[in-house]
């Protein structure tokens, strides 16, 4: 069965961009362009969605806020959620990983990164 | 790169497009209320999806511009930089830009553009600057956020937990990989039999800072072990010796005793080099602290300041004419230095006034964008010495009129985009501004490349409302200047942009206010430009004090060239203006202020002709005698005096007594009319 994952983030060229590059890779996609729209998503559809993957930086419902709503709801806790984000500051790293965050992606990437963190997250959790 | 877009790049172009327009707003909400956090936010977010996405499709340019000025706005969040209109201004200016560079078709263009560099450069040195400024104010303790990213070399051990190959899929692999492009790195894999890896030594010099080299492995904490060994700061692959050493371990593992030996005798001459390296760059930053540390200070302050050292010059000119009968060498000595001293305070307190025009250009880039959008026209806005300081009082009293002027130029001269491209011009017309000094002036012009002002028709106008007699002969620049009577407008539509507000004849009358010149240019087909030449300062002058008569008259000293002594009979009797003197071997046209307003006593026998250029036209005033140079202080006239405007103002002198401050431009006028 194909893997499904959320892409979250509020600039649609990117957004697009990250879900064809997806695609191509045998995965499907769906899209959100902030936290809260994803939260919905994701609580609708839990069964099928396999990871988030999610801009850091975003209006009205950061990358951070979305996970910390995902993992503090049982429902949903168990999706793992990856960082696709230019944001490097370490602090804010930390302090996502003990947050639950699986996988802190910077843009731009290197799509053999890319693929192996989104694997990686995937299969481990 | 290919060189057409594709369709991801395109689709960016267009958000990116988008989300700059959001970014202006943002910046003029933040310009307008710097202490504002909502807009602070919408600017700071927005400048990093345009970096992200920059970045992601290939434009690396443009996400590092992006990276910087996030940066600097970063540095506002955090509560250490204020919102200044500079750092408004540079990023307008780099989005600007941007945004230029962003109508280009083709993808390579885009990508390579070298016209970025420049704003890269402002805005580096802007966060230098920054940094300087709060090293300087280090007692606050809030200057943590900054570190400074030097260069170093690193010695990082990864010792996998869990079984992996080098060519595995394991994150872990790739974000060794990842951590090599950080700088000049070396990697060297040791491997179990079984080609599963024992552990990577990684030689890496980079200038990012050990607290994000180890945010890399935060993902892959559980899967692997990290040890770093920060080596020295400093590039050791620069060092040969070094290089060799790491190549001897191509095979047997790096040998960390030996390390430590080599590195230690590599600091050793590393040091001295760095140690002289970092006096030159301290000595350099000292010198940049001192040229870019600003502190905001209150108008009004500065105000009373001024006001307190034009009193101090008036008094010190008192002071010399009340000692001058005393034959002192102590006096006069102290009285030399004071005036030395007046005169450099005077100076430097004038300075304190002056702020650079920059912020009048960034407000008129809006209304160009603004305005070539409602009128369908296609115009691009050139500044050129915006770095050029005026008065700030001027500065804000001129924007009004500029801004006419900039609007009758789009309205009234920039072609429609077709009538353009018939006319074989490009569709896009541009508005130029030009600023800079010259003697003690502050330059401004504001040219088009439009259609020019049709002549014929501003005559006739001026005849149909009876301004000019219909059978007079006009010179182009009358017929031009006609442009500035009251009442006289060439558009023969008022349209919503300009013929509204302020006319010409306003522009003119507050340049004139303000002691300034302006004058028009004009070929059809071409374009016009206008010339505003304005006084740096607006009060204190330095000037020539002579005398007619027993009345005594100030002539700015900026514009004089020459003084020469000439028997008075030599000025013809009547006419109190001469056309032909003779003058150091050149005729000159002379004006005598004798025969105009004190012409019934007797002549003196010779007369003093100074020589003075006005707008390019050299021409004398004659006057009865030479007192001596001084400074002054200007002061208004006064209502009654409102329509002689050869007299720019007064002043007190030494003595008590008035003397009248000629305006030699406006003195030549009257005797031409």
């Known amino acids: ?125 | 790169m290919l060189s057409a877009m594709d369709s991801n790049q395109k689709r960016f172009v267009e958000d990116a497009l988008d989300l700059l327009n959001e970014l202006d707003e943002g910046l003029l909400q933040l310009e307008a209320n710097p202490q504002a956090s909502a807009p602070l936010e919408q600017v700071f977010r927005t400048m990093h999806t345009i970096k992200g996405g920059a970045n992601m499709f290939g434009f690396e340019n443009i996400g590092e511009l992006a990276h910087q000025l996030e940066t600097l706005y970063d540095l506002v969040r955090q509560g250490n930089m204020q919102v200044s209109d500079g750092l408004i201004s540079i990023t307008l200016h780099a989005f600007d830009k941007v945004r230029d560079l962003l109508q280009e078709k083709d993808a390579s263009k885009i990508a390579n553009a070298e016209s970025l560099k420049d704003h890269l450069k402002i805005a580096v040195q802007f966060l230098k600057s920054v940094e300087t400024e709060s090293v300087s104010s280090a007692s606050n303790g809030s200057n943590s956020a900054i570190t400074k990213d030097e260069l170093a070399t690193f010695f990082i051990r990864v010792s996998p937990t869990i079984s992996m190959t080098p060519d595995g899929n394991h994150p872990l692999v790739f974000i060794i990989q990842d951590l090599e492009a950080l700088g000049t790195a070396k990697t060297l894999c040791y491997k179990r039999e079984d080609a599963t890896v024992i552990h990577w030594d990684i030689f890496l010099s980079t200038t990012t800072a050990q607290p994000e080299i180890e945010s890399y492995f935060l993902f892959v904490e559980n899967e692997c072990k990290v040890e770093y060994n920060k080596l020295l700061a400093c590039d050791l692959f620069g060092a040969d010796e070094f290089k060799q050493f790491i190549d001897q371990f191509e095979t047997t593992p790096v040998s960390t005793e030996a390390l430590q030996a080599i590195v230690k005798k590599l600091a050793a001459t590393v040091e001295n080099k760095t140690a002289h390296e970092e006096e030159a760059e301290s000595s350099a930053t000292g010198k940049k602290k001192f040229n870019d540390t600003y502190i905001k200070v209150s108008k009004r302050k500065i105000d009373d300041l001024l006001n307190w050292i034009s009193e101090l010059i008036i008094l010190q000119a008192q002071l010399v004419n009340a000692t001058s009968h005393i034959n002192s060498v102590e006096i006069t000595e102290v009285t030399e230095q004071l005036e030395m001293i007046t005169s450099r305070l005077r100076d430097t307190s004038l300075e304190i006034g002056l702020v650079p025009i920059e912020t009048l250009v960034t407000k008129f880039k809006r209304l160009v964008r603004d305005l070539s959008k409602t009128l369908n026209k296609k115009v691009n806005f050139l500044s050129e010495g915006a770095e050029t300081e005026m008065d700030k009082d001027v500065i804000e009293l001129m924007a009004e009129p500029m801004i006419h002027i900039i609007r009758n130029c789009i309205d009234h001269g920039i072609e429609s985009p077709a009538d353009r491209k018939t006319l074989g011009k490009s569709e896009h017309g541009t508005v130029k501004l030009k600023a800079f000094n010259s003697s003690s002036y502050v330059n401004i012009i504001i040219s088009d490349d439009g259609k020019g002002i049709n002549r014929e028709s501003v005559l006739k106008k001026a005849i149909e409302r009876g301004l000019v007699a219909a059978d007079a002969v006009l010179t182009e620049e009358e017929t031009l200047n006609l442009i500035f009577h009251p009442g006289l407008s060439t558009a023969s539509a008022v349209s919503d942009v300009s013929g509204r507000g302020v006319g010409m004849d306003v522009v003119k009358q507050k340049i004139n206010d303000l002691r300034g010149y302006v004058s028009i240019k004009s070929m059809p087909g071409k374009g016009t430009s206008i010339h505003i030449k304005l006084p740096l300062s607006r009060s204190i002058i330095e000037g020539l004090l002579v005398k007619v008569e027993e009345t005594r008259y100030v002539v700015p000293l900026n514009v004089i060239d020459r003084i020469d002594r000439i028997a008075y009979d030599t000025l013809i009797r009547d006419n109190h203006v001469n056309k032909t003197v003779v003058v150091n071997e050149e005729t000159l046209p002379v004006f005598s202020l004798r025969k105009k307003f004190h012409n019934e006593t007797a002549a003196p026998k010779t007369t003093d002709i100074i020589s003075v250029t006005v707008n390019g036209i050299k021409k004398g005033i004659a006057v009865d005698r030479i007192e001596g140079k001084m400074q002054t202080v200007m002061k208004p006239l006064g209502d009654v005096y409102q329509h002689q405007d050869f007299i720019a103002g007064s002043t007190i002198l030494g003595d008590g007594s008035l003397a009248l401050v000629l305006d030699p431009a406006r003195l030549f006028q009257l005797s031409e009319n």
């Open chain 1, 1 to 125: 069965m194909k893997k499904t994952i959320l892409v979250v983030d509020d600039f649609a060229s990117i957004r697009d961009f990250v879900c064809e590059t997806l695609q191509r890779k045998g995965y499907e996609t769906l899209g959100a362009s902030n936290g809260n729209e994803a939260f919905k998503v994701l609580t609708e559809k839990n069964e099928s969605i396999n990871l988030v993957l999610t801009d850091y930086n975003m209006p009205d419902c950061t990358g951070f806020e979305l996970l910390k709503k995902i993992k503090e709801n049982p429902a949903v806790s168990k999706v793992p959620v990856v960082f696709l984000t230019t944001e490097s500051n370490p602090d804010k790293m930390r302090s996502a990983k003990e947050a639950g965050l699986s996988a802190w992606i910077k843009k731009p990437y290197r799509s053999e990164t890319f693929f192996a963190q989104i694997e990686n997250a995937i299969s481990n959790g």
